[in-house]
């Protein structure tokens, strides 16, 4: 299965256990592997014919700004599900990473694979 990447969005977002943690933005690091079939749009050479990479780095992004969640785990699954919306994706990865987020650690996070 071919693959459509987003790699290393940077976003910003509420998210934590703690209510300080949730009082301001933190950066939020987003990868995302788009398991499709890239076989029409590559002899088509239509957009119509892929999904939109621009289009759904937007959906996450608009996500993330919106969302309150505790846990990085429960956002990969909303980015997760907002991905599987569209038709042509079979599955999905998603990694959410959470920089500076503990002492010694450049980041720390979560990654999921999900399918139809």
């Known amino acids: 299965m071919d693959q459509i990447l987003i790699c290393d969005l940077l976003a910003r977002g509420h998210i934590g256990i703690t209510d300080t943690e949730r009082e301001h933005p933190q950066d ?3 990868n995302v592997s788009l398991f499709v079939d ?3 749009a590559a002899i ?3 957009i119509e014919d892929t999904v939109s990479y621009s289009s759904v780095s937007k959906e996450i992004l608009s996500l993330v700004d919106q ?3 505790k846990t990085v785990e429960a956002m990969a699954e909303d980015i ?3 991905c599987l919306k569209h038709k042509l994706v079979d599955k999905v990865m998603v990694r ?3 920089p500076g987020a503990i002492r010694f650690a450049r ?3 979560v990654e999921i694979f999900r399918s139809r």
Request: charged share 30%; glycine share 4%.
């Open 28 to 30: 939020i690091l987003i």
């Open 38 to 40: 890239l076989h029409p």
């Open 44 to 46: 088509s050479d239509h």
């Open 67 to 69: 969302s309150r969640k």
């Open 80 to 82: 997760a599900k907002l």
């Open 96 to 98: 959410v990473e959470k």
């Open 107 to 109: 980041s720390v996070g």
